[in-house]
């Protein structure tokens, strides 16, 4: 027995087909299926690896059982037991940690005055931020070792040229979210308190800071997982073992790869997870019965 479409449900179809041919971005169809292929690819080889760091043995490719050896239950090759691994998981957060106390500060100063600065190089230093924030990451490596192998040897390779690169090309993030969380603001809040007496430094330190903390934990919490795993400055920097991070051990142990290397790298996923799951919990509840438009569209919203 068959069934026959009448006209009408024959004309229907129709117009939706054609309606998908000639919009595929109706209805956000076309976005949803990029949108979830992407996150399946970005995600699946994540999952695959934080699932051979719990094999018992040392095969990376077939899943033998749930083990915690890797983590701590070697006595020797774990990341709890190897001095290298556990001093690598400590020279990354020290960096991470380093980098978010001193370039979110200065980043907060810079954005705030170039935002309020009218006067004559005020493009100009706007254009020296931008160009530190479009320069290549390995140009701007390469620069610093020269520089602190040759001129500065005061300072030399190690934490401190680590974590002064680091900053350098960190600022620019900090700067950009701060200055669009203030062009959102606009200058009433300020001249309201300025008319009410305060000088413009309580204006900026009782009334813009708060306003601005939202965005400073966004640029905290960006620049935090952005560090975490930074490899060509903290590679360029290193002086030895004792400076490697994470993102170095994993690169060295591509030849002889081992699910030590997974955990290691899950550990480091999870930490960089918490906090930026905290600093968003923090920006919500600091923005929150805010609007879209006075965010300012933070990455963090």
Request: net charge positive; glycine share 8%; proline share 5%.
């Amino acid at each position: 027995m068959s069934v026959i479409a009448s006209p009408s449900g024959t004309t229907r179809m129709r117009a939706a087909a054609r309606d998908l041919l000639t919009n595929p971005w109706g209805k956000a169809r076309f976005l949803w299926v990029i949108g979830i292929g992407y996150v399946l690819w970005s995600l699946i080889p994540i999952v695959l690896a934080i699932i051979v760091s719990f094999n018992p043995g040392r095969s990376i490719s077939a899943f033998q059982g749930f083990s915690w050896r890797w983590y701590f239950g070697d006595p020797s090759e774990s990341v709890l037991h190897s001095p290298e691994l556990r001093q690598s998981v400590v020279q990354s957060l020290k960096l991470a940690f380093g980098t978010v106390i001193l370039a979110v500060p200065i980043g907060f100063a810079f954005a705030v005055g170039s935002a309020r600065w009218r006067g004559r190089g005020s493009g100009s230093s706007d254009f020296i931020l931008m160009f530190s924030f479009v320069t290549p990451e390995l140009l701007i490596a390469v620069a610093l070792f020269l520089l602190f192998a040759n001129s500065f040897k005061f300072v030399g390779l190690g934490t401190p040229a680590q974590l002064l690169g680091m900053v350098v090309t960190s600022l620019a993030f900090v700067v950009i979210i701060i200055r669009a969380r203030l062009l959102s603001l606009g200058r009433g809040y300020e001249e309201a308190a300025m008319d009410l007496g305060a000088t413009p430094s309580q204006a900026v330190r009782r009334v813009l800071f708060p306003l601005l903390l939202p965005a400073t934990l966004a640029s905290a919490a960006l620049i935090f997982a952005s560090t975490l795993d930074d490899f060509v400055l903290a590679n360029a920097l290193s002086r030895d073992v004792s400076t490697e991070t994470v993102a170095i051990k994993i690169w060295a142990a591509r030849g002889s790869p081992a699910p030590v290397v997974n955990a290691l790298g899950t550990l480091m996923l999870l930490i960089s997870t918490i906090v930026i799951v905290v600093m968003i919990y923090a920006f919500r509840r600091l923005t929150r019965g805010e609007t879209r438009e006075q965010r300012g569209d933070l990455p963090l919203a």
